[in-house]
């Protein structure tokens, strides 16, 4: 099926309406099984104690920022190579919720810091270029704002995306390409995951939850830009007529 199938707005919106209500109870139910096993069935870790509970919200925040981001690129590229119509209204409606990520990576990594590391912030290179992808976030939704022609704010928007991409890979080698505090992959290696699976499973199930909580927030954003430019053009087909 082709990705232009989806074009149609009216087509999309059904469509959305269907997913969203069974992404939305699936993100619920797995926050609460997720939770349920971080807080209650997982040991305390016998070094970092019950602090590493701060692990199963900050880890999945952290994929989701860049996973984020990795998708506003991707629908901003096809928003200016395929002129999709909903490409850029995905993008858009994708920022916020990846800022949000980020945002709470930063601060669960700082409250995760401060018993760790004795600071609440180090300027080494995952936590700079992580500092960076949210100024990438916002700035991306500052061009939207700044610019009205939806058509050139679009475009000017999603060049700032793909530029902004390098940093993604940044992000994810940092660790092993420079000296830094934070502590190395131990889930995405290629000898696989280097924590216990009394620990790794609750993560994996705190990241399909934070996936599903994604894909239904982004739905719900898309149908609502849909909704506000149909209001905008009949407010305009009013002032002509």
């Given at each position: 099926?082709?990705?232009?199938?989806?074009?149609?707005?009216?087509?999309?919106?059904?469509?959305?309406?269907?997913?969203?209500?069974?992404?939305?109870?699936l993100?619920?139910?797995?926050?609460?099984?997720?939770?349920?096993?971080?807080?209650?069935?997982?040991?305390?870790?016998?070094?970092?104690?019950?602090?590493?509970?701060?692990?199963?919200?900050?880890?999945?925040?952290?994929?989701?920022?860049?996973f984020?981001?990795?998708?506003?690129?991707?629908?901003?590229?096809?928003?200016?190579?395929?002129?999709?119509?909903?490409?850029?209204?995905?993008?858009?409606?994708?920022?916020?919720i990846?800022?949000?990520f980020?945002?709470?990576?930063?601060?669960?990594?700082?409250i995760?810091?401060?018993?760790?590391?004795?600071?609440?912030?180090?300027?080494?290179?995952?936590?700079?270029?992580?500092?960076?992808?949210?100024?990438?976030?916002?700035?991306?939704?500052?061009?939207?704002?700044?610019?009205?022609?939806?058509?050139?704010?679009?475009?000017?928007?999603?060049?700032?995306?793909?530029v902004?991409?390098?940093?993604?890979?940044?992000?994810?080698?940092?660790?092993?390409?420079?000296?830094?505090?934070?502590?190395?992959?131990?889930?995405?290696?290629?000898?696989?995951?280097?924590?216990?699976s009394?620990?790794?499973?609750?993560?994996?199930?705190?990241?399909?939850?934070f996936?599903?909580?994604?894909?239904?927030?982004?739905?719900?954003?898309?149908?609502?830009?849909?909704?506000?430019?149909?209001?905008?053009?009949?407010?305009?087909?009013?002032?002509?007529?």
């Open positions: 099926m082709s990705m232009h199938y989806f074009a149609n707005p009216a087509r999309f919106t059904r469509l959305a309406g269907r997913i969203q209500p069974w992404a939305g109870g993100a619920a139910l797995l926050l609460l099984v997720g939770l349920y096993l971080a807080l209650v069935e997982v040991p305390a870790d016998y070094q970092q104690g019950d602090t590493v509970r701060i692990m199963f919200v900050h880890v999945p925040s952290a994929w989701m920022a860049m984020c981001y990795m998708f506003l690129a991707g629908a901003s590229a096809v928003g200016l190579i395929w002129k999709h119509p909903l490409a850029d209204l995905a993008a858009k409606a994708s920022a916020p990846g800022a949000g980020t945002f709470l990576a930063l601060v669960t990594g700082s995760w810091g401060k018993p760790m590391w004795g600071t609440w912030w180090v300027w080494d290179a995952r936590l700079t270029s992580v500092l960076i992808l949210f100024f990438l976030y916002l700035g991306y939704m500052a061009l939207w704002q700044a610019i009205e022609d939806s058509q050139k704010a679009g475009k000017a928007a999603a060049v700032l995306a793909l902004g991409a390098v940093n993604v890979p940044i992000i994810k080698f940092s660790v092993d390409w420079w000296n830094t505090l934070h502590q190395p992959a131990s889930v995405l290696r290629m000898d696989g995951p280097a924590i216990h009394s620990m790794l499973w609750p993560l994996l199930i705190m990241a399909l939850a996936k599903a909580y994604f894909v239904a927030l982004l739905l719900t954003r898309m149908r609502m830009e849909l909704n506000l430019r149909r209001i905008r053009a009949l407010r305009l087909a009013e002032r002509t007529s």
